[in-house]
């Protein structure tokens, strides 16, 4: 049972969702999952006013940039998709600069994916599909913790035991957060978002037990 909390928070919703076709229905159906948990989720989408009927171009860009770093100020928590991008074994490389981003302005952040490979498979995976090159060991790699095998063009395929580079899942776990995996969307970006809710009210509750104490 989740604990009190001063409803609604602002959640920035982040990840390549922004990209996809029919980015604004995605974005609905998740603002609407935030709901059933209390949150107020935020898309990009909803502080870039400014851009609308812009054409496509360098200023553009840069006002979306400062709308979406305004908007990750004024949300108190974010949750994050980390799925590849484009069909590699990465993500969205803007998506993990706001996971930073929030990470330097110390807020929640919980994240969630549908493909729990670790990172060194998806970068074979890639590496199949697209050269139908395997990655190999690489020698003297004991002296690497950060992994043990490398692609064809002699670049390690580190992360090892991660989903995505280190940093990425890193700093959404020293917000206290987790990635939640599952096959279906809807059904990982929920886990990540009763996740994020819970920790909201346990830290609200902390708050207000901690303002009575100073009261007493």
Partial sequence: ?????DFPKRIYLAGDLVFR?????????????????????????????????????????MTIVRADRDLMDRCDAGLFCIDPFRRSADMDPGTAVEIGYMHG?????????????????????YWLKAWRQP??????????????Q?????????????????????????????VAVHENFETAFRIA????????????DDEKAGQQQTNI
């Avoid at 049972?1 to 909390?5: A, E, K, P, R, Y």
């Fill in 105 to 125: 302005l110390r807020k929640k952040m919980e994240g969630y994916t549908v493909d729990g490979r670790n990172y060194p498979e998806k970068v074979e995976d």
């Fill in 135 to 148: 990655l190999t060991q690489r020698s003297g790699a004991q002296e690497l913790a950060s992994g043990s």
């Fill in 193 to 204: 978002a009763e996740r994020l809710a819970m920790r909201l009210a346990d830290a609200s």
């Fill in 1 to 5: 049972m989740m604990n009190s909390i």
């Fill in 21 to 61: 076709p029919n980015a604004l229905k995605i974005f609905s159906r998740l603002k609407a999952i935030c709901t059933e948990y209390g949150l107020d989720g935020v898309a990009p989408f909803d502080g870039q006013d400014a851009v609308r009927g812009l054409p496509p171009g360098r200023e553009t860009i």
């Fill in 150 to 178: 490398e692609d064809p063009d002699g670049m390690l395929a580190h992360s090892e035991g991660l989903l995505q580079n280190g940093m990425v899942e890193g700093f959404i776990e020293f917000s206290g957060g987790r």
